[in-house]
């Protein structure tokens, strides 16, 4: 019986071995093929988010860099004696409030109207509406199918780690089961109850990383204020936008440690208010089978 016990161990103890020389290998040869966005990643974006951290301490000028000085926290505390910041970040905030909730509701109208059963010509507006997003469609599709794939994309990999959410399956469930809607018309709700009590809490899931994205994006738009006012946030800086700003301080006159500041500020701002909206998702997103 005790050898019979030792082989065994030994088997075990052999394939734990034989596993974990394939793991290491498995393991080698995949930091081999990241290797090289590993490195774009370093030296394009890991690198210059601590160069821009440690030169908002300093009054880097790119001409003069010999004559850069660790300045602390002055370029921070300059922010709040800067008029320029209060008017840019109001004009940031006017455009968030007008361009965030219309990028929701526009999109959302649009989608129950091409999905109403008396929509004349449906299928042609459909086609019309995403045709310009198909020109790309091989590099999306690969790209969206590993994130929205259900057992392993990363987008519902960080709703369970994170958030202890269980993901929707994309591309296997339909957004809002037509059962419900089956189940309203027989209990004689109409269209306006069946969109507020069905088809909204359904796709709040959607809403939500809508809304997410789209308050990051309001606070980085720039090229289309950059291009309409050649840079100067014309009319009486109407069209100042923080970014604007911000590139005027940085590349026109050179304050690049004041620039990097900034940059470090609205990131700060962007990321506790995206944490405030995910700490109220919990309230008013629905997410199938969750808790």
């Not at 040869?29 to 090289?36: A, C, H, N, R, T």
Request: proline share 4%; hydrophobic share 50%.
């Amino acid at each position: 019986m005790a050898a019979i016990d030792a082989t065994s161990a030994q088997v075990t103890l052999a394939k734990k071995t034989k596993k974990s020389g394939i793991e290491r290998t498995e393991a080698k040869w995949g930091l081999i093929f990241i290797s090289p966005w590993l490195f774009g990643f370093m030296v394009f974006t890991f690198f210059p988010i601590i160069a821009s951290l440690i030169f908002s301490m300093t009054n880097y000028n790119p001409i003069h860099a010999d004559q850069m000085v660790f300045v602390g926290l002055n370029n921070y505390i300059h922010m709040f004696e800067d008029p320029m910041i209060g008017k840019s970040i109001l004009v940031t905030l006017k455009f968030a409030a007008i361009s965030v909730p219309l990028s929701l509701a526009l999109p959302l109208g649009l989608a129950v109207l091409v999905n109403s059963k008396n929509l004349f010509a449906k299928n042609v507006f459909r086609t019309l509406f995403y045709m310009p997003y198909m020109i790309p469609v091989v590099a999306g599709v690969v790209v969206w199918g590993g994130i929205l794939n259900s057992d392993s994309g990363w987008l519902n990999l960080f709703l369970k780690n994170v958030f202890g959410i269980i993901g929707p399956r994309w591309f296997q469930d339909e957004n809002v089961p037509t059962e419900l809607y089956e189940a309203a018309t027989v209990d004689g709700a109409g269209g306006i109850r069946k969109f507020f009590s069905i088809t909204v809490p359904m796709i709040t899931p959607i809403i939500f990383y809508n809304l997410v994205l789209a308050l990051i994006g309001s606070f980085q738009y720039f090229t289309q204020a950059y291009i309409i006012s050649n840079g100067r946030g014309d009319p009486n800086f109407a069209t100042m936008f923080y970014n604007l700003y911000l590139y005027q301080q940085s590349f026109s006159y050179l304050n690049m440690g004041f620039g990097c500041a900034m940059a470090w500020a609205m990131f700060i701002v962007v990321l506790l208010l995206t944490i405030v909206l995910f700490a109220t998702s919990r309230r008013w997103v629905y997410y199938a089978g969750g808790d």
